[in-house]
Structure formats: structure tokens, C-alpha cells
């Protein structure tokens, strides 16, 4: 019979390699990466790299003009009535991409003002860099905010959280924290999406009633305005070039910004 005492007690006798640390390992990743040197340990760091990784969907859903142009391209699919065409994908693609163009200016402001200075190590404070991060984002959204002149859901956040808005023009922008800016952010894009999908919708509206008009007047009740009034949808479109009157004036209706901290919320009254 073999014995097993000498092979275990020496297999657990031996000192496990550092190489199969995972906190050594996560040490030695946070030393290859620019400006992570000092502050927080190392795996503490790649922690919280890890995690703002994880919530950029989330950025990208509430912080930007994604949500506004996701719903006008899908609102003029079903104006359009092609069913599944073009599919879900494309039109999120396109409205991803819509989104990097518009929002080019701003991820430039975020690279300049906080990644370059905590890379070069200029901060070594995460909180300070996430307060220069997120001042580009804040600008953005309170200027779509000014553009549409959407107060309202903002002021309602306000009111919410216990802020007197009764003289709205003594509030500036830095008395609206995040956790009430972006949800009113959110709410105008929503207000904005839902304006500019109606205008595209109309015009197809139009055409339906027209065909199924026409069709009642013929008595050809059983057969579908649907399939009347899609190709003659899709040549309109194709013959006004749709698409690029569409993506254009949804890029254009982007405001563009300005750094302004210390600006009013509103001139306005309050709700």
C-alpha cells in the first residue's frame, strides 16, 4: 500500500508560485497601465477600471444622444411599414455611430482635461479626475436641456430631491448634481425623440390615408392599404433620400456646447 502522508504533506508544504497570485497579478497589470501609479493599490485600481467598463452601456444610454436617435430610426421604420427591414441591428449600428460623431467634441474634452493629466500623473486623486470627466458630460446635457427648453423635468427632479425652484434664475448648474441631471436629461431626450419621430411618421400617415381612401372609394375594402401604400412609402423615401435627411437633421439637431459652469439653470419660472 502506498503511502500518501509524505506526498500531501508536501504538497501543501510548498509555497504557491507568484505568478498565481490573482493580487499579484492584478498588481503587476496596474503597473503596465499609465497612471496608476500611487493612490489607491493596485487592485483596487484595476477594480475600478473594471467596473466604469462595465457601466459604459449605461453611459452611453443616459449620457448621450443615442436614446434620441435609436427611437426617431425606429419610429420611422414602423412609419415606413417594412416589418423587420432594416433589422434591429442596423439601426442600432447607425445610431451608435451617430452617436461617436456627435459626441466626438465631448469624449475629446474628457481626454484632454482628465485622461491625459491622470495618465501623465498630473492626478493621482480618481475622485478628482471623475469631477474633470464628468464637467464635458454635464455641459452636453444642459445644453440639450437649453435647446428645447426642457426645464421642466429638471425642475421637477428638483422639487423631487427638495430643492426650491421657486426662483429658478438664482440656480446655476452647479446647484444640479448628476443624480438629479441625468434622469432630467433622459426625460427631455425622450420629449425631443417622440417631437421629431411625429414629424417623420406624418407624411407616411398621409399616404396611408390616401391609399386606403382611395381603395374604400373603389370597394376594395378586403384588400389591404398596407400593401398598396408600401412601395409607393419607399419610393418617396428613396426618391427624397430618406436616410440622409433623416440621420442629417437628427445630427444637427445636437446642440453644440460650450464649457459653462457657473451658468443659471434657467430664466424661466419654475414649475
Known amino acids: 500500500m502506498i503511502n500518501l502522508v509524505p506526498i500531501i504533506s508536501s504538497t501543501f508544504a510548498t509555497a504557491p ?6 493580487v499579484g497579478m492584478l498588481e503587476s497589470a496596474s503597473q503596465a497601465i499609465p497612471g496608476f501609479e500611487g493612490g489607491l493599490s493596485g487592485a483596487l485600481n484595476i477594480l475600478i477600471l473594471l467596473t466604469v467598463l462595465t457601466l459604459i452601456p449605461a453611459i452611453m444610454l443616459m449620457c448621450t444622444s443615442f436614446v434620441r436617435f435609436v427611437i426617431v430610426l425606429g419610429l420611422l421604420k414602423q412609419a415606413l ?19 461617436l460623431v456627435v459626441m466626438a467634441p465631448t469624449l475629446d474634452r474628457i481626454h484632454a482635461e482628465a485622461l491625459e493629466p491622470y495618465q501623465r500623473g498630473e492626478i493621482t486623486n480618481q475622485m478628482e479626475m471623475w469631477n474633470r470627466a ?16 426642457n426645464h421642466s423635468a429638471l425642475f421637477m427632479m428638483l422639487n423631487y430631491r427638495g430643492v426650491d425652484t421657486s426662483e429658478p434664475e438664482k440656480l446655476t448648474r452647479a446647484d444640479v448634481d448628476m443624480l438629479t441631471l441625468v434622469p432630467a436629461y433622459m426625460l ?14 406624418l407624411p407616411f400617415l398621409v399616404i396611408d390615408m390616401v391609399i386606403a381612401s382611395v381603395l374604400i372609394s373603389m370597394s376594395m375594402m378586403m384588400l389591404p392599404p398596407v ?15 430618406g436616410w440622409t435627411l433623416v440621420v442629417g437633421s437628427l445630427m444637427e439637431s445636437v446642440v453644440a456646447h460650450a464649457p459653462a459652469v457657473a451658468e443659471v439653470v434657467s430664466t424661466g419660472a419654475g414649475p
Open 17 to 22: 508560485t507568484p505568478s498565481a497570485n490573482p
Open 134 to 149: 464628468k464637467q464635458p458630460l454635464r455641459d452636453f446635457m444642459f445644453a440639450q436641456i437649453d435647446a428645447a427648453e
Open 188 to 201: 427631455s431626450e425622450l420629449k425631443i425623440a417622440f417631437l421629431m419621430g411625429f414629424r417623420v411618421y
Open 81 to 99: 411599414g417594412t416589418q423587420s427591414l432594416p433589422p434591429p441591428q442596423v439601426i442600432t449600428g447607425l445610431a451608435f455611430f451617430m452617436t
Open 227 to 241: 400593401l398598396i401604400s408600401l412601395p409607393f412609402k419607399v419610393l418617396l423615401f428613396v426618391l427624397v433620400d
